[in-house]
């Protein structure tokens, strides 16, 4: 009777973290590769300041990833997600409040701060209530749902803005998200009782996990595929298609619509392959290898203008390639100590999210340089094919790079960990 009571609170649990981590996961994608031309328009906003809303937003998030992660192994998940829950609750309301540009900035820098919290605590709440062998999967299942948020961040959110706007698309999803986080309120504080979670965290071993050198190219590679995706995800990708393409804003959402839909279903995949198998530097490398393919096939459509069906293609296969996420995760936590999970994971994050912050600035500088040559329609920016080669040739070289640094992957099976 105990173990059915005890299976049922997992259950709801796995069920109330993963819905927060939901509307995280949505605001990240959300803004502003769904809505960069009314921001642009909104606000008279360069490209650079447009992207810089995804920077400023991955550079908190991403800083916040090593904090966040001390802090749960410090003082349990639980405590550490119900933080970061109500900060993103109020965070997410005060976004379609903004009026000004620095509104704006304050309210997405407030919402990397918040959702920095929301997923390392949820990695160490699943170490928690579940065993080492089910870990990969039950964080295949919270991808899934969390990357659905992503999935409704592109064109249900474009077709939601088209007929009520962005700021009232905005102040909805965040009233929902603080109602999950309301509900979810007694059940994580009674957690506790039920899951024991210890204060695994000290200064030596957070540098043990720095230092640790068999996972530098885990810290290499799975943030260069990730930042290429996100980039495309969350920030130029459909801005892209409508420039060069001269495609509808619905169209070009469908396509990202497409990109979150394939990398959520591989991000469950992953997981359980990597379950089933036990496996996890082939995964990798396939990961690498397909954003090389991926990116070089962008190039090449762009320079050829031989379809538009062939940018989808590579879309998609960014989303794939980044959908192997969970292997970089189960890969980071086994090549350290397991009661520095969340450490190990938010170090890995970090490294992320920094990349996230680099390449968004990067592309929004790249945009603005060539702005010269940009058509201007009705406060909206058309940019040159010249400024996307460009972005591309960049992600092209650090695709390969990031390739050769998979091949020196060892298998964390094969290492012995301290």
Excluded at 45 to 73: C, W
Aim: hydrophobic residues 55%; contains cysteine.
């Amino acid at each position: 009777m105990m173990d059915d009571q005890k299976q049922q609170k997992r259950v709801i649990l796995f069920l109330l973290v993963n819905s927060v981590y939901f509307f995280s996961y949505f605001q990240r994608v959300g803004v502003p590769g769904t809505i960069f031309n009314e921001l642009q328009s909104a606000f008279s906003l360069s490209a650079t300041a447009v992207t810089g809303l995804a920077a400023i937003t991955f550079l908190i998030y991403g800083i916040m990833q090593v904090f966040a992660g001390i802090t749960a192994d410090k003082f349990g998940g639980f405590r550490t997600f119900l933080l970061g829950a109500f900060l993103l609750s109020f965070s997410s309301v005060l976004f379609p409040f903004a009026y000004s540009p620095f509104m704006l900035f304050l309210s997405r820098a407030f919402i990397g701060f918040s959702a920095g919290f929301i997923f390392i605590s949820l990695v160490k709440i699943l170490s928690t209530i579940y065993k080492e062998d089910e870990f990969p999967l039950y964080l295949g299942f919270s991808l899934l749902l969390g990357y659905s948020g992503g999935i409704f961040a592109t064109y249900p959110l474009e077709r939601s803005v088209s007929f009520i706007g962005w700021r009232n698309s905005f102040l909805i999803a965040g009233v929902v998200c603080s109602f999950f986080t309301v509900i979810g309120l007694p059940f994580l504080k009674k957690a506790g009782e039920t899951f024991i979670q210890k204060q695994t965290f000290s200064l030596p071993r957070f540098l043990k996990v720095v230092k640790n050198t068999h996972s530098f190219p885990i810290v290499i590679a799975g943030p260069v595929s990730f930042g290429i995706y996100f980039l495309f995800q969350s920030s130029i990708g459909k801005k892209f298609l409508e420039d060069f393409c001269n495609i509808s804003s619905e169209k070009a959402s469908l396509f990202t619509f497409i990109m979150v839909v394939v990398n959520t279903a591989f991000a469950f995949l992953s997981a359980y392959a990597t379950a089933i198998t036990g496996k996890r530097r082939p995964i990798i490398i396939f990961s690498t290898t397909t954003t090389l393919i991926a990116v070089s096939i962008l190039l090449f459509n762009l320079l050829f203008k031989i379809h538009t069906g062939l940018f989808l293609l590579s879309y998609i296969f960014l989303a794939i390639s980044a959908a192997v996420s969970p292997v970089y995760i189960t890969a980071m936590k086994e090549m350290n100590s397991i009661e520095l999970a969340a450490t190990s994971v938010g170090f890995l994050n970090a490294v992320s999210y920094l990349f996230v912050t680099l390449i968004n600035f990067i592309s929004g500088r790249i945009l603005d340089f060539f702005s010269y040559s940009a058509v201007k329609m009705t406060g909206i920016i058309i940019y040159p094919a010249v400024a996307y080669r460009t972005i591309f040739l960049v992600c092209l070289l650090l695709s390969l790079f990031s390739f050769l640094i998979s091949l020196t992957l060892k298998e964390p099976g094969d290492i012995k960990v301290k």
